[in-house]
């Protein structure tokens, strides 16, 4: 599968922005999918996932509250929908996925994602 993310940009504290991460050559409902983002000179960290069949979902405590993440598999298409924007947001955003889950898992685990795309950059100011 390829993933293209999009949707990030400049914005200022408090402001949303949705990103989206379209895949191609395989259909998305086969992949569990998570986003992540890393800052400069940051590894990069787990931020959301979604199950593949869209039921389950999770985040890293930091953006619970603010940061939603969704899928809309007959667009082969995932979101990430984040309000109440803060500087330390910052980072260049990746959507990922990995194959040969069952429906319901989520997966967290950086490592055990095999296809990335190839980020979108959030850049928030305070």
């Known amino acids: 599968v390829q993933l293209q993310a999009s949707g990030g940009g400049l914005v200022q504290a408090g402001a949303s922005l949705r990103l989206t991460c379209a895949a191609s050559?395989?259909?998305?409902?086969?992949?569990?999918t998570g986003w992540f983002r890393q800052a400069p000179g940051k590894e990069r960290e787990f931020v959301a996932a979604i199950s593949r069949n869209g039921g389950r979902t999770t985040y890293t405590e930091s953006v619970k509250g603010r940061f939603t993440i969704s899928r809309d598999n007959g667009k082969n298409t995932m979101y990430l929908q984040m309000n109440n924007l803060e500087p330390e947001d910052t980072a260049i955003y990746y959507c990922a996925a990995r194959p040969g889950v069952v429906t319901h898992v989520v997966v967290t685990d950086r490592a055990k994602y095999s296809f990335w795309g190839q980020g979108t950059q959030v850049t928030v100011s305070s």
């Open positions: 050559r395989r259909t998305l409902s086969m992949f569990a």
